[in-house]
């Protein structure tokens, strides 16, 4: 299934490096979403985005940053990262913010900052 | 107390036998609950929503319990490929905000 791709599939950074993790929806949706998956830990909701607007900002360290260009696309810029971030990134789309719309998962990026 | 609890399992489980689990929620202004089903290693995806008056997908049914604020999961006739983490997921309401449960490992054996 090609609906929600995510790349890249694997990251590993250092502590100090920059990097981006990039979300491409194929769905046709208006809402994107990032979301953190530790293990031993349930998915955490990081951001959400509506018609490319931010509209949810979980109380999120600064050094993520979200950027949504379009509603197809969503990217995660991430810097100075701390060894306790490792973790599943998954992207997610759904059609709106409707409360009954179902979310479609990307395959998630598997990041380890050492 | 958390948003969204599950007893983590493993819920050893033979080939072709019942399996059933709970999940209890925090949010009584809670509208919608959905199970997802997560391979390992994969994305979780949407296994079925739950309604109030229940409802059943082939060997699946789903219950809401709005009273005891719980959602329960039941697979029958289990096969070797229901062998995933079953998450529960409740919708805060406002931003399709959803919350996860830990999730319920199930292992069919043959």
């Known amino acids: 299934e090609t609906g929600v791709t995510q790349t890249p599939r694997l990251l590993v950074m250092g502590m100090t490096n920059k990097k981006s993790l990039k979300c491409e929806q194929h769905?046709?949706?208006?809402?994107m979403y990032w979301y953190k998956q530790s293990a031993k830990k349930p998915l955490e909701l990081m951001f959400v985005?509506?018609?490319?607007?931010?509209?949810e900002n979980n109380s999120v360290p600064s050094r993520f940053s979200p950027e949504c260009p379009n509603s197809s696309h969503l990217f995660l810029h991430l810097h100075t990262l701390q060894p306790e971030d490792s973790a599943l990134y998954l992207c997610?789309?759904?059609?709106?913010?409707?409360?009954?719309?179902?979310?479609?998962f990307g395959p998630g990026t598997r990041l380890t900052v050492l | 107390r958390k948003e969204v609890e599950q007893d983590p399992g493993p819920f050893n489980v033979p080939e072709g036998a019942t399996v059933a689990f709970n999940c209890t929620y925090s949010?009584?202004?809670?509208?919608?609950f959905f199970w997802y089903r997560q391979d390992c290693r994969k994305e979780p995806k949407l296994l079925m929503s739950?309604?109030?008056s229940g409802n059943e997908d082939g060997r699946f049914t789903a219950q809401l319990n709005r009273a005891s604020q719980y959602i329960s999961l039941l697979i029958r006739d289990s096969k070797l490929s229901d062998s995933a983490t079953y998450l529960c997921?409740?919708?805060?309401?406002?931003?399709?905000?959803?919350?996860f449960g830990k999730g319920n490992q199930v292992v069919v054996i043959p």
């Open positions: 997610a789309s759904s059609p709106r913010t409707g409360d009954t719309d179902t979310q479609y």
């Open positions: 769905l046709g949706h208006n809402a």
């Open positions: 985005y509506n018609f490319k607007e931010q509209t």
């Open positions: 949010n009584s202004a809670s509208q919608s």
């Open positions: 739950v309604y109030s």
């Open positions: 997921v409740v919708n805060r309401g406002g931003n399709n905000r959803l919350a």
